[in-house]
């Protein structure tokens, strides 16, 4: 599986950003989806997660009420839609496909997009 992140930007606080993990091959309902994000100077975060046929997202606390996941298995996309940001969201986002680990660290995924810059102005 190949994932390609795509949308970030530079948006100033209280906006929002959408965006979007497009993965190759025939296989992408069988992953669970997640999105992790790393700050400068920070470790590579957990922020959201997504089961294999949708429904219910999980959140780290710092997230939730402002961030929703959701996927399109038709599309073999995952979205991210990023409502109310604050500067603290500014980083690197990325898309991980996690096939079997009931774990969601960044060590138990088995396939990563190449990140995209998301940029919020206070």
């Known amino acids: 599986v190949q994932l390609q992140a795509s949308g970030g930007g530079l948006v100033q606080a209280g906006g929002s950003l959408r965006l979007s993990c497009a993965a190759s091959g025939r296989t992408f309902s069988s992953y669970r989806m997640g999105w992790f994000r790393q700050a400068p100077g920070k470790e590579r975060e957990f922020v959201a997660r997504?089961?294999?046929?949708?429904?219910?997202?999980y959140y780290v606390d710092s997230v939730k009420g402002r961030f929703t996941i959701s996927r399109d298995n038709a599309k073999n996309t995952v979205y991210l839609q990023m409502n109310s940001l604050k500067p603290e969201d500014t980083a690197i986002y990325y898309c991980?496909?996690?096939?079997?680990?009931?774990?969601?660290?960044?060590?138990?995924?088995?396939?990563w997009g190449k990140g995209t810059q998301v940029t919020v102005s206070s």
């Open positions: 997504i089961n294999w046929t949708g429904g219910r997202g």
């Open positions: 991980a496909a996690n096939w079997l680990s009931s774990r969601w660290s960044t060590g138990d995924m088995d396939y």
